[in-house]
């Protein structure tokens, strides 16, 4: 039986509250149980290969194959050259690759299902497995051919006495076990997708996993972890985990002493989270990724005070960094004083990291709010961060993005403290490339996470989003919507033998209609009775315009700016913006370049609104969404809320980026705001230069 790590042991204790120090002393007390298996998770994730997409989320997936995703190892050297192919590029952390296949496998097999491989436009040339070569491709090379071949030269150059895999490294580096992770993660979901070659994969997972808690349990040789690797213990855990639950060969004592060791050496983010001191750090990326730490060691425990701070996280993100978009600032760094100034960044690698974290934590601990967390964020905060002249597409992307972002320069001075002039940018690698190969597990690792099984033989949505579901019995799920810009989402459930069917309520959807009832609470899962063969469950929301107020706690009070919301979506105003071309890096004029916009349009307004009851100034129109057409156009848009703004002169900028909204009301000396006007809102992931929080006028 083993001993789980004891949270207070090297906390500081001075200043802290009873409250929290009873929550964490709890979190520590549970001893792990010995078992032959991880502990049940609320919603079991299916394996990789198990979901076909369909309708706007296959367009999103082609659109992120035809752009950067299956061209990177065309052309970037860190892929194309990665020194996890032979190369010797990708240095240091070699962490650019095995980011990369993290998105690209699951990719690779949801396109396959759907019948689509070849990413369009590709012509350039690829690593070869068998050396370091590279060989010209005259015609499109497939999204699966190319995550093939790194599988297939990573597995065959692992160390076969030690089961080390990847480059030798300095022994005393403890972050050089960063970057294996991601590989594990990638091998992970190869092997769900590949049955064959399940033993193989797995075997070779276990032998890495095995000499690697042989190093770091031999501190007179090889180094425990540090830096990237203790932050992301959590991430090296679920490779761990997976083996536990799928094929543990006979090791799971071996391999919960890693996950005991990986928690114990790691950084301390259960202190973190409750109080934002200690060595843990604030670094974004960092708290995105340790947002599930409690979640992952619950399934070593089963310690319910882990789910209160899987809760308490979130919740105290949101009142000190907080966005309107799900996110929470983080400009590398979480800002220190804390703020929610609109005009501070988050990183890209930090919403992809939250995307996937937020969805580990609904699918192990159940709660609604954990998915509706990154819904929200898939649906607004990841598409925001995409701009081109020719909009939706998936070719350049920014470091940072802003909810309110007046321009996209190469900034000297900048808002942002921790970065370069280019981080809002958008193009190829803006400031750092990190996000340029981890950006790619965002969409595939999200709609591979939309229909979950359950203990009890059934299904549970968690995501909305159109797309067919095997389930491990042969039974499927079969989601049929245009959400979110539409209310109604059709579930067809094809069952082989009669099953519940648990259906995600979201939060905010009060008055939602199943099959014609209204009896599904919000917040909840809403359980509904399959019979064996088809079952069709019409599910209509009934979302109401909903005012979120914003600025810093407690000073800006009721004089913060506020946002604008409809059921998962935020609506912003889109500022006309013109981009200037800085560099090319590959294929035609449209593909990879990166791009400077400064605005064409005015900015400056303060909103008319009722926080109350929004619908006496907002009014939501929707346009429909146009089969085929890229899901977050920056044009066109399916749906949009009619808004009066007034013009606001005195809002001006402060450091190359929008000031701090005025003060709400706005408009109290009628002299300082212009006359009504309309102007319509979108969709804020349709948008690249935007105002997002805004000034209330009082009027």
Request: glycine share 10%; with cysteine.
């Amino acid at each position: 039986q083993y001993s789980i790590f004891s949270l207070l042991s090297t906390m500081g204790l001075r200043g802290w509250s009873v409250g929290v120090l009873v929550v964490l002393a709890s979190a520590s007390a549970v001893p792990v149980k010995p078992q032959t298996a991880i502990h049940p998770r609320a919603f079991i994730p299916l394996k990789v290969g198990s979901v076909t997409p369909k309708g706007w989320l296959l367009k999103q997936l082609k659109l992120q194959a035809d752009g950067l995703s299956g061209h990177l190892s065309a052309f970037w050297p860190d892929i194309q050259n990665s020194i996890w192919v032979g190369g010797d590029a990708d240095g240091s952390l070699h962490e650019r690759a095995p980011y990369w296949l993290n998105g690209v496998v699951p990719l690779a097999y949801l396109l396959k299902n759907a019948g689509v491989d070849a990413p369009q436009r590709f012509a350039g040339v690829y690593k070869v497995p068998d050396g370091v070569d590279f060989s010209a491709a005259s015609d499109p090379v497939s999204i699966m051919d190319q995550s093939n071949k790194y599988i297939d030269y990573i597995l065959a150059h692992q160390n076969s006495t030690t089961g080390w895999l990847g480059p030798e490294d300095d022994n005393k580096n403890g972050n050089v076990y960063w970057g294996r992770s991601n590989v594990i993660l990638s091998l992970c979901q190869y092997a769900e997708a590949e049955p064959t070659k399940f033993d193989s994969v797995s075997a070779a997972i276990l032998k890495y996993l095995l000499e690697l808690n042989r190093r770091l349990t031999t501190p007179t040789q090889y180094a425990p972890l540090v830096g990237w690797a203790a932050a992301r213990w959590m991430d090296i855990a679920l490779g761990a985990q997976w083996l536990l639950d799928k094929a543990p060969q006979g090791k799971e004592a071996e391999l919960q002493s890693l996950v005991t060791t990986l928690h114990s050496q790691g950084s301390d983010w259960e202190s973190w989270f409750e109080t934002f001191t200690g060595g843990a750090g604030g670094h974004n990326v960092n708290n995105a990724q340790a947002l599930k730490s409690a979640a992952v060691m619950f399934l070593m425990t089963g310690n319910e005070t882990l789910t209160k701070l899987s809760k308490s996280r979130m919740a105290n993100l949101d009142r000190l960094y907080g966005l309107p978009t799900g996110m929470f600032n983080g400009d590398e760094i979480l800002p220190d004083p804390a703020t929610r100034l609109p005009s501070r960044g988050i990183e890209l690698c930090g919403v992809v990291e939250a995307m996937f974290s937020y969805n580990t934590m609904f699918s192990v601990h159940g709660d609604v709010s954990f998915a509706d967390r990154s819904e929200r964020i898939a649906f607004n905060a990841m598409p925001a961060t995409w701009a081109s002249p020719t909009g939706g597409d998936m070719w350049a992307h920014q470091y940072l993005q802003a909810i309110n972002q007046i321009n996209a320069i190469s900034a000297t001075p900048h808002v942002w403290p921790h970065d370069g002039p280019d981080a809002e940018l958008y193009g190829l690698e803006p400031n750092y490339g990190c996000c340029t190969a981890n950006f790619n597990q965002g969409w595939p690792k999200w709609a591979s996470m939309v229909v979950y099984a359950t203990a009890d033989g059934g299904a549970a949505v968690g995501l909305f989003a159109p797309s067919i579901s095997a389930l491990p019995d042969g039974s499927t799920v079969d989601i049929e919507t245009n959400y979110p810009y539409e209310d109604e989402v059709q579930i067809t459930v094809e069952a082989k033998t009669a099953m519940p069917l648990y259906i995600r309520i979201p939060g905010w959807a009060e008055g939602t209609v199943v099959n014609g009832k209204s009896d599904a609470e919000n917040g909840t899962m809403y359980k509904y009775a399959c019979t064996a063969g088809k079952n069709v469950v019409t599910v209509t929301f009934m979302p109401k315009l909903l005012i979120q107020r914003w600025g810093d706690l407690p000073e800006d009070g009721d004089t913060g700016p506020v946002s604008v919301h409809r059921g998962p979506l935020m609506f912003s105003l889109p500022i006309s913006g013109n981009y200037t071309v800085l560099a090319h890096h590959y294929g035609g004029p449209n593909d990879s370049n990166d791009y400077q916009m400064v605005p064409t349009s005015d900015w400056q307004f303060a909103l008319d609104v009722d926080m109350v009851n929004p619908d006496k100034t907002l009014v939501f129109q929707k346009h429909g969404y146009e089969a085929g057409t890229a899901p977050f156009n920056h044009s066109g848009w399916p749906v949009t809320v009619t808004a009066t703004l007034r013009h606001l002169s005195g809002w001006g900028t402060n450091i190359n980026s929008a000031a701090k909204p005025p003060a709400s009301p706005a408009c109290s000396d009628t002299s300082k705001c212009g006359a009504a006007m309309q102007v319509e809102l979108v969709p804020h992931g349709g948008t690249e230069l935007r105002i997002g929080e805004f000034p209330q006028s009082g009027l």
